[in-house]
């Protein structure tokens, strides 16, 4: 599964793309130069069960890490996997 990444000077998404549609998409928004806010996480409901909601989250967890950014989790799916995953606890603003 290759999640992909979209970003401008302010915003971004990862996303997972099938046949040319985002059927994961997961959007957030530079807080400052050192912060990024999760702000909505979507799967298609045909992807529901499979993962692709929490590759989107470690995808960001991984870019957060190599930026040297911490992670604001306001949207409640991203919250909840930072809560159950300690091993984000680094990047968790």
């Known amino acids: 599964m290759k999640i992909q ?3 401008n000077e302010k915003k ?6 099938v046949d040319g549609s985002k059927l994961g998409l997961m ?3 530079y807080a400052g130069s050192d912060k990024i806010i999760i702000d909505h996480t ?3 409901e045909s992807l529901k069960g499979q993962g692709v909601g929490y590759k989107l989250v470690e995808a960001a967890v ?10 604001m989790p306001l949207c409640p799916f991203a ?5 159950k995953r300690s091993e984000y606890n680094d990047v968790r603003f």
Do not use: H, W
């Open 27 to 29: 959007t957030y928004s």
């Open 12 to 17: 971004g998404e990862f996303y997972y793309e």
């Open 42 to 44: 979507e799967v298609d």
């Open 62 to 71: 991984l870019f957060a890490r190599e930026n040297n950014l911490k992670i």
């Open 79 to 83: 919250n909840a996997v930072f809560r």
């Open 5 to 7: 990444q979209l970003e």
